[in-house]
C-alpha cells in the first residue's frame, strides 16, 4: 500500500508594505526610555555641541540630560511658576527660557543662578531664543508683543505690537543676524528685521499657528497649525509652495533632521509624521501612547526625543551597525559544523543505517487519510484557519473535488453551516 501524501498547499506571495530605504533608515532605532517629568513637556532643545546634552522645559523646571542618562545631570528650578521655550545658544554655553510670570532668565550652563532677568512683558512669555549674532535674544508673549533685547546691557531694543492675540512659537534666521519670525493665535506669521520699525512680511496660515520653523538656508519657512503643515517661500514674498494635510488633530511641533532632507511633524493625534523636502510625502510615521507637544532630532539623528501632555519623555537610540556584523561572524563556524560530512559518499565497505523520517500529519490531513471527508471539511473552515491561512481551505477543497467526495462531505449541513462555507467562497 502506497503511504499517504499530505495536501499540497499553494504557497502565495504576501502583500505588506513597501520596505523603502526611510522604513529601515527610521526603523533603526531600540526599544524607547521612558522618562517622567512633573508636568507636560513644552519644549526639547539639542545642544549645539557635543557631548549633546538636551534641555528639556517642563513645569516650573528645566532639566538638562546626557544623551544617555535617565535621571537629569542638571536642573535649573528658579521659576516661580510654569517655565518655557528653553533654547540653547549655538555655542552651547548658554540657555533662555520664559515663565508664565512675563519675565525671560539667562543661565549660564556651568552656573545656577540666572545670569541675566529680562522684565518688559507684561504676561507669560512662550517664545524665546538666540538671533544667530548670540548677542541679541527675541521673545513672544500673551501680551500680543515680540521684543528684541541686548544680553550685555540687559535692556530692551525694540517692541513689537503687531499681532492681535497670543505669541506662541518663533525661530531666528541662521543666515541674517537680524531676522527673527514669530507667529501668533491671530493665525499670521510675522517675519521681523531688528534693523526696521515694523515688520518686513506677514504670511496668513489660516490657523492658530502652533510652530514655526527656518530652513537652514533661510529661503523656506514652515508653518505648522490647526491639522495643516504650510511651507512658504521667504524669497518670493511668502508664496505658498506646499499646504499637508496629513495629521487629524492639531500639530504642535516640527522639526528637520541632521541633513535637513527629512522633514518632521509632531501632533495631539499622537503621531510623529516624516516628510521628505522634495516631494513632501510621508516616507514614514511614528506612533505614541499620548498628544504629543515636543519633538527634537539629535545631530546625526542619533537619538528621537519626544516630549507628552501626560508628562512623560520619550527617548529612542540608534542601534549601532557594528554588532551585527560581529553576530554573522560568529554563525558561520556553526553552519561549517551543520553542513560537514553532506558530501560524503559511503565506500563499498561502509555499513548504512537509514533512519525513517517521521512525518507530523495536520489534523486535515489525518481526517483525510482515514477517509473522513465531512470532517476534513469542518477541520478547515474553523476561524484560525480559515481567517488567517484560506489557502488551506482552498486546497483541502480541491482535493474532496479532486477525489469526488466534495457532494458527500457538503451533505447534512444545517444553515449556518452553509451560509458560512458561503461567505468565505463569496469572499
Request: charged letters at 25%; a positive charge; glycine letters at 6%.
Amino acid at each position: 500500500m502506497a503511504t499517504y501524501k499530505p495536501v499540497v498547499v499553494q504557497a502565495f506571495p504576501r502583500l505588506g508594505e513597501r520596505i523603502t530605504q526611510d522604513t529601515v533608515y527610521w526603523r533603526g532605532y531600540k526599544t524607547p526610555v521612558q522618562i517622567k517629568e512633573f508636568g507636560a513637556v513644552n519644549k526639547i532643545d539639542f545642544s549645539p555641541v557635543p557631548p549633546y546634552n538636551y534641555a528639556v522645559t517642563a513645569s516650573s523646571r528645566i532639566h538638562i540630560y546626557g544623551r544617555y542618562s535617565q535621571e537629569p545631570i542638571k536642573t535649573f528650578s528658579r521659576f516661580k511658576d510654569t517655565a518655557y521655550c528653553a533654547t540653547y545658544r549655538d555655542d552651547g554655553n548658554l540657555l533662555v527660557a520664559g515663565s508664565e510670570e512675563g519675565s525671560i532668565r539667562l543661565f549660564d550652563i556651568s552656573g545656577k543662578a540666572p545670569l541675566r532677568q529680562f522684565d518688559g512683558h507684561t504676561k507669560a512669555v512662550h517664545v524665546v531664543g538666540f538671533l544667530s549674532d548670540k548677542y541679541r535674544i527675541f521673545s513672544g508673549g500673551d501680551d500680543y508683543s515680540s521684543n528684541l533685547w541686548d544680553i550685555p546691557s540687559a535692556t530692551e531694543i525694540v517692541s513689537y505690537s503687531e499681532h492681535s492675540d497670543y505669541v506662541r512659537c518663533g525661530c531666528a534666521s541662521k543666515v541674517n543676524a537680524d531676522v527673527f519670525i514669530t507667529g501668533s493665535y491671530d493665525h499670521t506669521v510675522k517675519l521681523f528685521d531688528a534693523r526696521t520699525k515694523s515688520s518686513v512680511m506677514t504670511i496668513e496660515h489660516g490657523q492658530p499657528v502652533e510652530s514655526v520653523l527656518l530652513f537652514p538656508s533661510g529661503g523656506l519657512l514652515v508653518s505648522a497649525g490647526g491639522r495643516y503643515v504650510k511651507v512658504w517661500d521667504v524669497l518670493k514674498g511668502g508664496q505658498l509652495l506646499v499646504s499637508l494635510k496629513n495629521h487629524h488633530k492639531t500639530v504642535t511641533c516640527l522639526c528637520l533632521n541632521s541633513s535637513g532632507q527629512r522633514l518632521l511633524s509632531g501632533s495631539l493625534d499622537r503621531h510623529v509624521k516624516i516628510y521628505s523636502t522634495t516631494s513632501y510625502k510621508v516616507v514614514h510615521s511614528f506612533n505614541y501612547a499620548t498628544s504629543i507637544l515636543s519633538l527634537a532630532l539629535s545631530p546625526e539623528d542619533e537619538t528621537i526625543v519626544v516630549g507628552m501632555t501626560n508628562g512623560v519623555l520619550n527617548v529612542k537610540h540608534r542601534k549601532p551597525e557594528e554588532r551585527k556584523e560581529k553576530s554573522q561572524k560568529k554563525r558561520q563556524p556553526a553552519y561549517r559544523t551543520y553542513v560537514k560530512g553532506r558530501t560524503y559518499m559511503p565506500k563499498q565497505e561502509d555499513f548504512c543505517v537509514s533512519k525513517p523520517v517521521k512525518r507530523v500529519l495536520r489534523k486535515y490531513d489525518k481526517l483525510l487519510k482515514s477517509f473522513q471527508s465531512s470532517k476534513a471539511l469542518d477541520a478547515v473552515l474553523e476561524p484560525p484557519i480559515r481567517l488567517y491561512t484560506p489557502e488551506v481551505t482552498v486546497a483541502v477543497m480541491q482535493e474532496l473535488h479532486r477525489r469526488g467526495t466534495l457532494r458527500s462531505a457538503l451533505a447534512g449541513r444545517d444553515e449556518k453551516q452553509i451560509n458560512l462555507l458561503l461567505t468565505f467562497v463569496a469572499r
